[in-house]
């Protein structure tokens, strides 16, 4: 089992940015890779995010190159995703997910978290 926990979302304004935190607890040694997703209300859940858990190597949703950033602290078994200019668009629950091969596909992710919503103002 693998537990995992966000913190971080908020209420921003449109070119602002927010760093959101996803806290892992549990079986992390059979973690391969980490995701961050996210849902805006009446739509699918998509992926924005993902990278390896030892080799650290990333991939992002093309709406999102160039603005957000994921990293990973492994001593603290933390994932981040730095967002820097945030649009409206952007509007949404962020959960971060725990998969076990290297996948955008949110089906391929097995834990989630509670999620943490993200607001950004026009």
């Known amino acids: 089992q693998v537990q995992l926990v966000e913190s971080g979302g908020g209420l921003v304004q449109a070119g602002g940015s927010l760093k959101l935190s996803c806290a892992v607890s549990?079986?992390?040694?059979?973690?391969?890779?980490m995701g961050w997703f996210r849902q805006a209300p009446g739509k699918e859940r998509d992926s924005v995010a993902v990278i390896s858990w030892t080799a650290g190597i990333t991939d992002y949703a093309d709406s999102v190159k160039g603005r957000f950033t994921i990293s990973r602290d492994n001593a603290k078994n933390t994932v981040y995703l730095q967002m820097n200019s945030l649009a409206p668009e952007d509007t949404a629950v962020y959960y971060c997910?725990?998969?076990?091969?290297?996948?955008?596909?949110?089906?391929?992710?097995?834990?989630w978290g509670q999620g943490t919503q993200v607001t950004v103002s026009s």
């Open positions: 549990g079986r992390t040694s059979s973690i391969y890779t």
């Open positions: 997910a725990v998969g076990f091969a290297w996948t955008m596909e949110r089906t391929g992710y097995a834990y």
